[in-house]
Each structure stands twice: as C-alpha cells, then as structure tokens.
C-alpha cells in the first residue's frame, strides 16, 4: 500500500553528508527547501511545500508504510550449520538475565548469538530467587519455553539446566566458571577468549551480560539469527497472548487506535536510589526536581534531543498533524510507579491529565483489560502485555528511542510485522518548538510541528545509522526483495 504523502507518495529522511549534497543540488534546481533553525549532521530535509504539508492525509498513516518489495526474512540464505550434539558441543554457557522485559529480551537474544559462535549448549536461565527488588529472570515465567526450544532447534542446543555429573559414583554440579565479556565484545572475543575458558572449564556463567556482544556484526547470517530470536522463538506465554490479543479486539471494536509509549523523566529517579518512596524518598524527589533538575539543566539537555517526549508533547503533536480528538490512545504505561501512591498521583497530575484532555479517549491496561492477572511475574507480565498491544496497534508512538528500552525493540518488531506505522517524534527539531511555545512564542506552533513531523519515514524501509540500534531497525539483514539487485538481499527459495 501507497501512502501519498508529499509529491514523491513517500518523504524521505535523509541523514548523511552526501545525502546532505544531492540535497543541496535539489534546492538549486528550484524544490522549496524548508530548513530547520540550525545545522546539524542529522538535519532532516523536507521534500515538498509548505502546501503539500498541509494537504498531508493523516488517516493514510493508519496502514502501514510502503514497503517497496522487501519483505521479512530472517532464514539462512547461504551456508548454516547445524548445532552441536552432546557431544561435541563446546561445552555449557549461561548468561546473566536481569532487569526489565527489554533487558532481558535482547540478553536472550545475544545468548543464543553467543552459543552459535561457540558452538556452546546454551543453559536456559531458572529464576533467581535470591535477587528481589528488581525484576530478575523472568524468562521461564513470561515467554513460551517449549515454542522457544522448538524454534530454534536448527540454530543451537538448549538445555533446562547444566546436567549433573557423575564422578566415581557421586553426582555433583559442574562448576560455572565466572566471565566477566567486554562491553559490546565483538564475535572474535566469544571465537578466542570465551571459547578457550568454555573448553577448559566445561561450563561457563557470562555476568554481567548486558550489551556484552556488539550490535553490529559484519554476518549477516548472525544478525539473522538473532531476528529468528526476536521475532520467532521469544513468545510470551499464551496467557499473556490471549490477554493482549483480547485488549486488542477491544479497542479495535471501535475502529483503529494507536498506542503511545511514554517515558518519564522520572524513570531515571526510579532506578537509582528512590526505588523505595519514602517520606524521605518523595523529599528527595521533588528537592531534585526543583534543584537537582532545574530548568535550564533540563532545557540544555532537552535541545540535545536528550530527554523523552512528555505525554502532553505527544498529544501536542499528535493533535498538529491532524489526529482529532476522538482518536483512540493506548498508554502503554506498565511501571506506574506502583509502589507508590504518591508518585501514581504525581505522575497522573503532570502527565497524565494533560494528555487526556487533548484525547480523551485515552486508555490503558486497567480500564481495557481484564483486571487482575497471575502476577507472579514481577511486573513483568504487564509489561509483557503491553509489549504485544503496541506490537498489534496500527500505529505506535515512541516517546524515547534512546537505547535500552522498549520501544527499541517494538520499532524494530514492527517493521518486521510489515513496516507497521511508527511515528518517531524528532525530539532535536522539536524541542526548540516546545521551548519557543513555553515562552509565548507559538505563534505557527502547529505548522512547525508539521513540517518537522512529516519529514520522515514513519517505519518503512531505511538505512540504520549509527547510533541507531539493530534491535530498533534489522534492515536490511532481516528482510529481503524477491528481484533484489543486490544478490545477498534476495529472497532465499523455499
Ligand atoms: C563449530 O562446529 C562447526 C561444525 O561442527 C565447525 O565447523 C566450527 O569450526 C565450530 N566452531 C567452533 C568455534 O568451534
Ligand atoms: C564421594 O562423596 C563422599 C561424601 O561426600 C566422599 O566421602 C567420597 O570420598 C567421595 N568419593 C569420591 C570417589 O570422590
Ligand atoms: C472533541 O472536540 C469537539 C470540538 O472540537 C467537541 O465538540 C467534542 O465534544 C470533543 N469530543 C470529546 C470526546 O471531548
Ligand atoms: C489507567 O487509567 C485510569 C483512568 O485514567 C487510571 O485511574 C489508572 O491509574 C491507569 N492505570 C495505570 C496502570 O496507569
């Protein structure tokens, strides 16, 4: 499906110096160029006219993006061995899985990477009972294990656990010798160092293993891996599924609707040592918010681009490209700073509020979903849930693509699905937007809004560009063209 916007049917984004030339070439030729405030590497170009901009149809963003022949694939297309037997597997590998659904989904991923390059047997991790306060390990409670195994059983060989061993009649536990990888390890660190202590010690424990393997790996048939991972083998449980596929129907009762996924400043006060809000906690809290925090630390910050869009800034520019007001809006919102009635009260006031007077018809898992679940997840499931919501929504709208959260994952999981709309706000370009408006500047506030917000590819097909993640764009390794020109892109038989 064509979506017309701008006279080209699809406005590009484009990032690079030399895209920046054909740019500047184009202006000569006559295009009204419209150009942000300053220059920066990443400028966006707008292709088309202030009037073009104008007649933009915001409901064509409710299908999906043109996709122009490529297609999801994530099979072998070239040479791909089969995993080790018992055998002659290199020996046993379990990795450190903790923290939130995020961390914990590209963890399993590189896992299943690193076992492949070792010709390891990756150790499902079991929950870790002895940590709390943070959710750890929730694999074997929130995703489809068995699916998982089966999935990928022509990729690696996946055990339970690190079976027992038995010495001249007595059974004991291999000992897991500690490793410690490098920050983003390339493969050539897993092939030498790793693979030695595997083979000399039988079994190996990777800790920390957080961002322990780079994202970019110049194979493509590992990267293809790690997307039959993502996007095959790591299903969350049926329970989760039935829930999620539930809130779905019934929200799509009414028609479409799109799902936003917020990010509070706050999340960063979460994580450090207000875990816990006391009375103390809360003092901290809003002492740091006044001074800690103050304004124009913030406002520096936030003309990097460098802070999350606030729920009232996605309504603002949801409502300027044209979205009314009776629009339907997920907020997937799974960590309300439940422990803390204070902190639900803070963020519903500054937050929330503002954003449910722009639309209304704002909803979330308590008011479409079924009430109370098995919560022996850790917060998990909820997330899990509203993972599967923003995946399924026909349009998503991150508020942060920074690294490591969620919405890096489901950007990506969606242009995989079939370049799913995605709305990816700017937040350099608009943060001077914001500002001028806070300071009774906004006089063409919706027109800036709009030249900014419509001059990108709202999910489909596009070059990633460092520091952009794989997990938020698997293009072009994951897809393919059946008459690609290039031979590695084309689509594999069968
Ligand atoms: C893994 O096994 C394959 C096939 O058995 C072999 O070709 C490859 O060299 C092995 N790799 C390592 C790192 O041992
Ligand atoms: C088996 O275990 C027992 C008790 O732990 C110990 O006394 C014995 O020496 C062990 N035997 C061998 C062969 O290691
Ligand atoms: C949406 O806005 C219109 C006017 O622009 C108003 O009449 C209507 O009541 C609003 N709908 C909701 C659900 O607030
Ligand atoms: C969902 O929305 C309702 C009504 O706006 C609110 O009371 C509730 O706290 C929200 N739930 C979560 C988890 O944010």
């Known amino acids: 499906m064509r979506r017309g916007l701008g006279s080209e049917g699809l406005v590009r984004r484009h990032r690079e110096p030399a895209k920046l030339w054909i740019a500047v070439a184009a202006l000569v030729a006559g295009t009204i160029w419209l150009l942000l405030l300053l220059p920066r590497p990443r400028r966006h170009l707008l292709q088309g006219s202030v009037l073009q901009i104008k007649d933009v149809d915001v409901n064509k963003l409710w299908r999906s993006a043109y996709s122009n022949g490529w297609r999801a694939s994530s099979a072998p297309r ?31 991923s590189n896992a299943v990477v690193v076992a492949q390059i070792m010709n390891a047997t990756l150790v499902l991790p079991e929950f870790d009972t002895k940590s709390f306060g943070h959710d750890e390990s929730g694999l074997v409670d929130i995703y489809d294990v068995p699916h998982f195994m089966k999935t990928l059983q022509y990729d690696v060989r996946i055990v339970m656990s690190i079976p027992k061993i038995t010495a001249k009649g ?6 897991v010798h500690k490793i410690a990888p490098p920050r983003d390890a390339p493969v050539i660190w897993y092939r030498t160092v790793a693979l030695e202590e595997i083979k000399k010690h039988g079994a190996i424990y990777l800790t920390p293993f957080f961002h322990r393997l780079a994202e970019e790996i110049d194979d493509p048939e590992l990267q293809r891996l790690r997307c ?6 790591l299903r969350f449980k049926p ?20 799902s936003v996924h917020p990010l509070f400043e706050l999340d960063v006060l979460e994580s450090r040592e207000l875990v816990l809000f006391t009375r103390k906690g809360q003092k901290i809290m809003l002492e740091y918010l006044k001074n800690v925090h103050p304004r124009n630390r913030f406002e520096e910050r936030r ?3 460098k802070c999350p869009l606030t729920p009232e800034e996605v309504g603002l520019i949801l409502r300027a490209m044209g979205f009314d007001n009776t629009t339907r809006i997920y907020l997937a919102y799974s960590k309300p700073f439940a422990a803390n009635q204070f902190m639900e009260h803070f963020a519903a006031n500054r937050f929330m509020k503002p954003l449910k007077a722009l639309f209304p018809r704002l909803e979330n898992h308590t008011t479409v979903g079924p009430g109370k679940l098995d919560e022996n997840t850790r917060g998990l499931m909820w997330s899990a849930v509203d993972y599967m919501v923003c995946l399924l929504s026909d349009i998503f709208v991150p508020t942060y693509d920074g690294p490591s959260n969620l919405a890096n994952n489901l950007m990506g999981h969606r242009l995989y699905n079939g370049f799913q709309t995605t709305i990816t706000p700017d937040r350099w370009a608009l943060a001077r937007i914001f500002t001028d408006r806070e300071e009774g500047r906004a006089s063409g ?4 809004v709009r030249r900014v917000m419509f001059n990108a590819h709202f999910g489909g097909p596009h070059k990633r560009i460092h520091p952009e993640s794989f997990y938020t ?17 084309r689509c594999p038989q069968d």
Not at 170 to 175: G, I, S, Y
Not at 248 to 254: G, Y
């Open 78 to 108: 070239t040479y791909w061995p089969s995993p080790p037997t018992e055998s002659d597997s290199s020996g046993y590998l379990r990795v450190r899985l903790n923290g939130g659904l995020n961390k914990q989904h590209s963890a399993i």
């Open 170 to 175: 007595n059974t004991t536990n291999l000992r």
């Open 228 to 233: 039959r991972v993502n996007y095959h083998a």
């Open 239 to 258: 329970y989760i599924m039935k829930t999620s596929s539930e809130i779905v129907t019934k929200l799509r009762s009414e028609g479409h609707f799109m």
């Open 303 to 305: 003309l990097l681009g």
């Open 445 to 448: 506030f919706e027109e800036r």
């Open 473 to 489: 764009n698997p293009w072009p390794e994951c897809f393919c063209q059946t008459k690609a020109k290039n031979h590695g892109d």
